[in-house]
C-alpha cells in the first residue's frame, strides 16, 4: 500500500524564521516519484518540485530546499527566511511507477504571520 | 495566466439540480484527472482519462458523471447531489498519467449542495 503522511496539521511562524515542513511516505516499488505542491487561498495547486526515487540530490531554489532520505522515506521541505506570501497549504505526494496514481498527503497549513 | 482554466469558481446547486463543472487545458496534455477536495481530508482522486479513455474511477457515486469528448476538454456532470458532496473539485492535466510527470492544477470549482 502507498501513503503519505504529513503529521504537521498547522505551523506558524513569524516572517523571516526557517521552516521545515515534513513529508514521510510509505511504498513498496523500487520506482517511484515525489511531488511538492503549493495551494494558495485561490485554490490552485502549484507545482513546485519533483524527485525521482533514484535521484537522493538534495535540491535548493531560492528560498525553497528539499532534503530527501531515502533511508527514512522522508522528502522534507525547508523555507528559509518566511514571507508572508509564503502562507498556504503545502502538500507532498508520491507516484508509483506500477500504477501512475497520485497519492496526496493531508496537508500541512503554513501561516507566515508579519 | 493558469494552463488548466475550471469553471464555474463556485457553485450552490440543490440536492435536486443538475448541473456541470467544467476543465479545459491548454498544455497539450493527455492525460486529465478530477480529484475531489474536502475539508480535513487529503485529495481524493475521483476519475483519470488517458487519451480520452476513461482508466480510473475510484469508486466514485454514479451521481457523479465524467465526460472527456477530448485530449484539452473535462466535464464532471452532477446530479442528485448530497449536502456531503459539497467541497473543492480540481481538474488536473498531466503529460502522461505515469512516472516522471507532473500534474498541473486549475483553481478548483467550490460547489455547494444545499
Known amino acids: 500500500a502507498q501513503k503519505v503522511t504529513q503529521a504537521q496539521t498547522e505551523i506558524s511562524v513569524v516572517e523571516k524564521e526557517d521552516v521545515t515542513l515534513d513529508c514521510v511516505y510509505e511504498t513498496r516499488d523500487t520506482t517511484y516519484y515525489l511531488f511538492w505542491y503549493k495551494q494558495p487561498p485561490s485554490g490552485e495547486l502549484v507545482f513546485l518540485i519533483r524527485?525521482?526515487?533514484?535521484?537522493?540530490q538534495n535540491e535548493i531554489s531560492g528560498r525553497y530546499s528539499w532534503n530527501f532520505q531515502k533511508s527514512t522515506s522522508s522528502f522534507n521541505f525547508t523555507i528559509t527566511a518566511s514571507q508572508v506570501v509564503d502562507s498556504a497549504v503545502y502538500f507532498c505526494a508520491l507516484r508509483s511507477s506500477n500504477t501512475g496514481k497520485l497519492i496526496f498527503g493531508q496537508g500541512t497549513t503554513l501561516q507566515v504571520k508579519p | 495566466e493558469t494552463g488548466v482554466t475550471q469553471t464555474p469558481r463556485h457553485l450552490v446547486m440543490g440536492m435536486t439540480n443538475k448541473k456541470s463543472l467544467k476543465c479545459e487545458q491548454h498544455l497539450g496534455h493527455n492525460a486529465m484527472y478530477w480529484y475531489k477536495q474536502s475539508a480535513k481530508k487529503p485529495l481524493e482522486l475521483m476519475f483519470v482519462?488517458?487519451?480520452?479513455?476513461?482508466?480510473e474511477n475510484n469508486s466514485v457515486p454514479s451521481r457523479f458523471s465524467p465526460e472527456c469528448p477530448n485530449s484539452s476538454h473535462l466535464f464532471l456532470h452532477l446530479h442528485t447531489l448530497q449536502p456531503e458532496d459539497s467541497a473543492l473539485y480540481l481538474c488536473?492535466?498531466?503529460?502522461?498519467?505515469?512516472?516522471?510527470?507532473?500534474?498541473?492544477f486549475g483553481q478548483g470549482t467550490r460547489l455547494t449542495v444545499v
Open positions: 482519462y488517458n487519451f480520452k479513455e476513461q482508466t
Open positions: 524527485r525521482n526515487s533514484f535521484d537522493e
Open positions: 488536473a492535466s498531466s503529460r502522461l498519467t505515469g512516472g516522471a510527470t507532473e500534474a498541473f
